[in-house]
């Protein structure tokens, strides 16, 4: 599983395209469910969205591992996301 942490006024937009990159290089995602809850809290009212990461990578999308627990990709659709209020 990874997450990846925002805040709630984003979360619809998440729920109609999926995670998408914006202006950044890429989506961002860790292992680690504190440091994506503490992402989501300097954007306002945190929520943790869980990557179904096993089912989207059979499915063959791309991920790319950093040397900090970051795993980074272009998009996350929504079918493999599961939101949780923190």
Not at 14 to 28: A, P, S, Y
Not at 37 to 52: A, E, F
Not at 55 to 64: K, M, N, Q, S, V
Request: glycine share 8%; aromatic share 6%.
């Amino acid at each position: 599983m990874l997450y990846h942490g925002t805040a709630t006024r984003h979360l619809e937009s998440i729920l109609q395209q999926g995670l998408v990159k914006g202006r950044r290089h890429h989506v961002h995602m860790s292992t680690d469910k504190v440091t994506m809850i503490q992402v989501g809290m300097r954007h306002g009212k945190p929520v943790l969205l869980s990557i179904d990461a096993k089912r989207i990578l059979a499915d063959g999308y791309e991920f790319f591992a950093t040397g900090n627990r970051v795993w980074l990709t272009d998009h996350v659709p929504i079918e493999y996301l599961t939101a949780s209020p923190v």
